[in-house]
């Protein structure tokens, strides 16, 4: 994946913010109108990766450094964590590193975490500063915990058997 700029297609409406009309886009809205969601929508890691095959997105690793260094990572992602630490800090800068990082608060963006509860965080806090196309991918990197309380076996992106690599 390149990683230069991404031209998703647009709406012609030039008295609202610009609106990528890309069919997944468009069903992700579909379940922000279901779900009463505080931004834009929600993904599954399927949708999130054809996206990006797609250039209609870009995605946004919101794990820890540590988090992506050990678990692993989506290749040619951002990381902009949204919270650090054994305590899980907040990032107080979350929002200023996403819109530098990803090149503005109208840049179609997939956030992801762990498990999609820490990435809906982040997605909600990016919309309430102004970002106006930011999304959760669903089951995050990891799935929810299983009955042994372990993660991988309950969805997630590695799960799902996407792309990923450890370092």
């Known amino acids: 994946m390149s990683t230069t700029a ?10 609202t913010h610009t609106v990528s009309t890309h069919p997944l886009l468009l069903a992700a809205r579909q379940r922000l109108d279901d779900a009463q969601l505080p931004f834009a929508g929600s993904v599954t890691p399927q949708e999130a ?6 250039g209609a997105a870009r995605l946004v690793d919101v794990r820890s450094p540590e988090e992506v260094k050990f678990v692993g990572a989506v290749p040619d992602t951002l990381n902009v964590p949204w919270a650090s630490g054994t305590a899980l800090n907040r990032n107080p800068r979350f929002v200023k590193e996403l819109e530098t990082k990803a090149g503005g608060k109208d840049a179609v963006l997939l956030l992801l975490c762990r498990s999609g509860k820490r990435s809906a965080e982040a997605a ?4 309430k500063a102004g970002f ?7 089951e995050g ?3 929810e ?3 042994q309380q372990r993660r991988g076996a309950i969805g997630g992106w590695r799960h799902h058997g996407l792309p990923w690599l450890q370092d």
Request: proline share 6%.
């Open 145 to 147: 915990l299983d009955a």
């Open 141 to 143: 990197f990891e799935g």
């Open 6 to 15: 991404l031209a998703p297609q647009t709406d012609a409406n030039p008295e």
């Open 132 to 138: 106006s196309q930011v999304f959760n991918v669903l």
């Open 124 to 127: 909600a806090a990016a919309s």
């Open 49 to 54: 990766w054809q996206l990006v095959e797609d």
